[in-house]
């Protein structure tokens, strides 16, 4: 499998429990967490009594493989009004994951030598799918001094007759951007002059933190050759249910993405299913409260990332991570990104991510994520910024 990559945060984190355990334990000393990409909050009570119900109430067997009616009917009534398209029950296939809508929908579309862009930094499992099934990846760099957006001339010069698909994530991971109405009108110009498909990874939908969120879908013509990929994990605090959700006004993408989760799983849990009908139905005031939450520790947390010479940040408008510049510190000290979170781990005792886990355009930043309380980002700030003083 020489082609199939990871993602580093599964890896960063192995290495630092190992370090932790092994060198600092026997002292009495512990890291500081602030890698996490999933929400510390517990899963709301409502949502897990519906699960709970659903168990007892004898909802233990398969469920019809693109998920149970009603919840696929939830999902197209939920998507259509802020996705700006009438979706209906047909148009939604449930998965056990987000990231299945990922793989399956990349399997279903891209054949060898397909090329498909994707963006860079981005989350680095689009890579990985792509080139494990022989197709080529072009990276599209986001810009720091764009908010983290690309240039819709730089997209136009990589679009070639070999481009099949855009792949988009707003909020996005690692960046914390937000991708703008221009932005996205301009890319679905492109994407109906120049025939492409695009996967519109939205799995942040929730967690913006001024305005609206805009999808691609807004745009016309986009509903039919864009897949929405969706789930219940970063909203609802529900990473280890797992389930997630492909919404296409493409019939035959939506029947083929069907035949694949009979290929592979026959069907999403039962139990989960129904603690999303939950979660999507009943009460939202969870959502907002963690979504309050992460603000204040953003804020919190750009306030004293910028006070670290040699660190500098922008205020993310969305998701829960912090993509910190850190090209003045690498510079003196002639290190990567890479080495420079391995030092922070060892020397600062601080868990982070270098920007080049999501791909070449990440170089010289690092990630941070917001998600762990207030104590921890005080303390993990407070070591960096002391290490980087005496460095
Ligand atoms: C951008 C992005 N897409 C998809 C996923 C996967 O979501 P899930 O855990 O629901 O499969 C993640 C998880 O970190 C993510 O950051």
């Known amino acids: 499998m020489p082609f199939l990559g990871t993602e580093n945060a599964f890896s960063v984190i192995s290495k630092a429990k190992k370090f932790e355990r092994e060198e600092l334990a026997p002292k009495g000393e512990k890291l500081v967490y602030l890698q996490i990409g999933e929400p510390a909050f517990d899963t709301p009570e409502n949502i897990k009594q ?79 799918v792509v080139n494990y099934l022989g197709g080529t990846t072009v990276p599209l760099p986001l810009l720091e001094e764009k908010d983290f957006n690309f240039n819709l001339d730089d997209l136009t010069k990589l679009i070639t007759q070999k481009t099949k698909l855009i792949i988009i994530n707003s909020p996005q991971n690692p960046t914390g951007g937000v991708l703008t109405k221009e932005t996205l009108e301009g890319m679905a110009k492109l994407c109906m002059e120049n025939d492409l498909w695009v996967l519109s990874d939205e799995i942040y939908d929730q967690i913006i933190y001024e305005g609206s969120h805009i999808s691609i879908t807004s745009f016309p013509g986009m509903p039919e050759r864009t897949v929405i990929l969706n789930g219940c994990s ?13 919404v296409t006004k493409n019939q035959p993408m939506a029947q083929y993405l069907e035949q694949l989760i009979i290929n592979d799983v026959s069907c999403t849990n039962a139990a989960t299913q129904f603690a999303a009908m939950e979660a999507l139905t009943g009460p939202q005031d969870a959502v907002a409260m963690m979504r309050e939450e992460y603000r204040k520790r953003r804020d919190l947390l750009v306030a004293l990332v910028n006070e670290i010479p040699g660190m500098s940040c922008r205020t993310p408008k969305g998701a829960f991570y912090l993509f910190v510049n850190v090209k003045p510190i690498l510079q003196k000290l002639g290190m990567n990104s890479s080495e420079f979170a391995d030092r922070i781990l060892r020397e600062a005792h601080v868990v982070i991510l270098p920007g080049t886990a999501f791909g070449i355009h990440g170089e010289g930043y690092i990630r941070f994520s917001y998600v762990s ?12 910024k002391e290490y980087v003083k005496n460095m």
């Open 234 to 246: 970063k909203s609802y605090a529900m990473t280890g249910w797992r389930l997630g959700w492909a």
């Open 50 to 128: 519906a699960a709970i119900r659903a168990i007892q109430g004898g909802q233990t067997h398969y469920t019809p493989s693109p998920g149970i009616p009603e919840l696929r009917k939830i999902i197209a009534e939920k998507t259509s009004p802020r996705y700006c398209a009438k979706y209906n029950m047909e148009d939604v296939v449930v998965m056990p994951a987000a990231k299945s809508v990922m793989f399956h929908m990349i399997n279903a579309l891209i054949d060898p030598e397909d090329e498909v862009i994707i963006p860079n930094p981005g989350f680095p499992i689009y890579e990985s």
């Open 373 to 384: 309380s207030e104590g921890d980002i005080k303390e993990g700030l407070k070591r960096m």
